[in-house]
């Protein structure tokens, strides 16, 4: 039987799982209540940037595979339902907002088919897909469910998906598993790890994976504050720790810490979700985690006034970076935005450069300044603060650019410029974690 699959969620998770699963031949309607971003799916044309998306994306459509649409009704015909809506953190506390996935289970619940799978792929608090499978049980017992939490990587999406370094699925029984495992059978086959879990432990891998990764870039992080106060150098004792296996050199790369969608979020919730538990003591490390995280931030605020004045009223800053990572336009809890927004508020004149993330940025700080061009960003500025690490920010020759700029000071927020190539074409360099 060739299976139908429905995506519930048009976002950023939502369209790169709908165009993989397409590509791996299923038919699959993308559903969403939003009217103008389903315009644009079906017209090829993505709402955010995800490099190689919109190449599958426009592959997928022309097949006749993949559709997207408001109509929920459409759903009928489906054999898998992705859940892929999102769980923002609340406005009044630490928790997730379940509003968005509880919405979208009731919402298709009428259109649910008898031997359907529900699939939860949104990162929920533990707990939250039993309570799921259990009204879904009272509204459509004709259906199941089922969680498959998503690890993508912004930048390397469509990668993820189709080639990822585990499947994790959580189920209630043997027959959920067999479905999901049709469904993934051409990524099984390329040697993938399968792991099957109960629905408790699928919900907790995803929240494990991002607060270790979160206590990983934090630890490097406290530690280039060590460095600062003792003379080091965090990135040579960064080097040196990474070439020990038991702890490998991926995210030791100390600067203005984590942000984004996920990270931040994904923390607290499970910070708060523990609390719920009872169990907020085992968790308790994960607030100095996170108060590390925001102390990056202004940490680099510090030495800008140092360099500077305390009073930034008279200077002209660039920023190269807005986005919270390369290779996106996601400006979400972005500490280079927040920097930017902070060094605004303090007087500066803050010019903003991104490859991607200048007119996301701009629809939420209107009164910061931007410029698509680096050269007209950095004209007579007093200081450069490279935020974002866009491999175009690498390629920067900063013998080139004196000329351009009043101040030959730049402070590298991200510890991936070469200090010894702009020192040498006479720029003052700063970074956390090394001493001048």
Not at 64 to 74: Q, Y
Not at 227 to 238: F, H, I, M, N
Not at 328 to 337: E, F, K, Y
Request: aromatic share 6%; glycine share 8%; charged share 25%.
């Amino acid at each position: 039987m060739t299976l139908t699959l429905s995506v519930v969620g048009c976002g950023y998770l939502g369209v790169t799982h709908a165009a993989c699963m397409s590509s791996l031949g299923f038919t699959v309607v993308g559903v969403d209540i939003d009217p103008e971003k389903v315009a644009l799916l079906q017209a090829g044309k993505l709402p955010f940037y995800e490099p190689g998306l919109d190449t599958l994306l426009e592959q997928e459509l022309k097949t006749g595979r993949l559709s997207f649409t408001t109509d929920f009704s459409l759903v009928k015909d489906a054999d898998i339902h992705f859940v892929c809506v999102g769980t923002p953190q609340v406005t009044d506390g630490l928790a997730a907002d379940l509003t968005y996935v509880k919405s979208a289970v009731a919402t298709i619940a009428p259109y649910l088919k008898d031997g359907s799978l529900v699939v939860g792929k949104s990162t929920v608090p533990v707990g939250t897909a039993q309570a799921l499978r259990d009204e879904l049980a009272k509204i459509a017992p004709q259906a199941d469910l089922a969680w498959n939490p998503e690890f993508l990587r912004e930048g390397f999406a469509v990668e993820d998906t189709l080639t990822p370094n585990r499947l994790v699925v959580g189920v209630a029984n043997d027959r959920a598993e067999e479905i999901l495992k049709e469904v993934y059978e051409p990524v099984i086959a390329l040697g993938t790890p399968w792991i099957r879990a109960d629905l408790p432990t699928s919900e907790l891998v995803k929240v494990a994976a991002n607060s270790f990764l979160a206590t990983k870039i934090s630890f490097i992080n406290a530690m280039a504050e060590v460095c600062e106060a003792a003379g080091g150098d965090v990135t040579v004792l960064a080097k040196a720790i990474g070439y020990d296996p038991r702890i490998g050199n991926r995210f030791l790369q100390a600067g203005i810490g984590f942000g984004g969608g996920c990270l931040p979020k994904d923390v607290r919730a499970f910070m708060a979700r523990a609390e719920e538990l009872g169990a907020m003591q085992a968790l308790e490390f994960l607030r100095e985690i996170d108060a590390i995280n925001l102390r990056a931030r202004q940490r680099v605020i510090d030495i800008v006034r140092k360099v500077l004045s305390e009073d930034l009223t008279q200077y002209k800053i660039a920023v190269l970076g807005a986005t919270f990572k390369p290779d996106s336009d996601d400006v979400r809890d972005s500490p280079a935005l927040d920097i930017s927004v902070q060094l605004h508020a303090a007087g500066a004149e803050v010019v903003i450069h991104d490859p991607q993330g200048i007119e996301p940025a701009r629809k939420r700080f209107p009164n910061l300044k931007y410029s698509e061009v680096i050269e007209d960003a950095i004209k007579d500025a007093d200081l450069i603060l490279h935020l974002t690490e866009w491999k175009e920010y690498r390629q920067i020759d900063p013998a080139g650019i004196s000329s351009l700029v009043k101040g030959k000071i730049i402070i590298d927020g991200r510890n991936m410029l070469d200090r010894t190539l702009w020192r040498s074409a006479g720029w003052k360099f700063h970074a956390l974690g090394r001493t001048d």
